[in-house]
């Protein structure tokens, strides 16, 4: 269950919760393939303190990450790979949380097929019902190199904005979201979209456009539909994780 549903709950079970819930998104991430052995990675904010957040130590696989070897850094140090996370980790979710206070998860990968649109002069295009959640809710940030500058953070929040994801041009997606759930699940239809959009246009054929109020009308139902409905997916996510290793809960 997602921290979001139980307020109900004291700080250090609300922690805890955190903890396993970000624990699970890299073993997630990690079940379809968008780890990439020690790097990339996931952030969720400490619900008792909004100025820490938990990401998984620099050296481990994806598959190593349990609840309790989560590291909690606060957003406003300055760290790197000696505190035991990762540099530029640390300052793409530091920028994030710091900058959108709605947000309590932010997941960032490199998916083939995200960088491959990352690098498109027309980035994600609504031809597909799996890309209707990001219409014109998709920020675009230039390449600047490694995001090991701080300088770096503000441009990147610019970019974002309000919006569900971030293409990185040339590296990377990030997706934000309230919940582990929400950010997860959009990485999951970004990366499904991507794939498809480049499928399509792999063809050569002349592609069937969606109309604008259609797309926008249909990316307002899924704002709505994973603020309701889809909820019952985590625990449903959750249970996939338990029947392969318990251990993220660890």
Excluded at 13 to 40: C, K, M, P, S, T
Excluded at 71 to 84: A, F, H, P
Excluded at 109 to 124: D, M, Q, R
Excluded at 214 to 232: I, K, L, P
Aim: aromatic share 8%.
């Amino acid at each position: 269950m997602d921290i979001e549903t139980a307020p109900e709950r004291t700080a250090t079970e609300a922690d805890w919760q955190a903890r396993v819930d970000l624990a699970a998104v890299y073993r997630l991430l990690a079940h379809h393939g968008w780890g990439d052995v020690i790097f990339n990675h996931a952030a969720m904010r400490c619900p008792s303190n909004a100025r820490h957040f938990l990401i998984k130590r620099h050296e481990l696989l994806y598959t190593e990450v349990t609840a309790s070897n989560l590291v909690e850094v606060s957003m406003d140090d300055d760290l790197d790979e000696r505190s035991g996370v990762n540099r530029p980790g640390f300052t793409l979710h530091s920028g994030v949380l710091r900058g959108r206070r709605d947000v309590n998860c932010s997941v960032h990968v490199h998916p083939e097929e995200g960088i491959a649109i990352s690098g498109l002069k027309h980035g994600l295009r609504p031809l597909s019902q799996n890309a209707m959640r990001f219409y014109n809710r998709v920020g675009y940030h230039d390449y600047e190199g490694l995001t090991d500058s701080f300088d770096e953070r503000e441009r990147i929040v610019a970019a974002l904005g309000q919006n569900r994801a971030l293409v990185m041009r040339h590296h990377g997606i990030t997706t934000v979201g309230g919940t582990a759930r929400e950010a997860f699940s959009l990485m999951k239809e970004f990366v499904r979209a991507a794939r498809i959009q480049l499928m399509m246009e792999a063809t050569g054929a002349a592609l069937s456009e969606i109309p604008p109020d259609v797309c926008e009308h249909v990316a307002a139902q899924y704002e709505q539909h994973d603020r309701g409905r889809a909820s019952a997916e985590w625990p449903a996510y959750l249970r996939l994780l338990d029947g392969i290793d318990r251990g993220y809960r660890d």
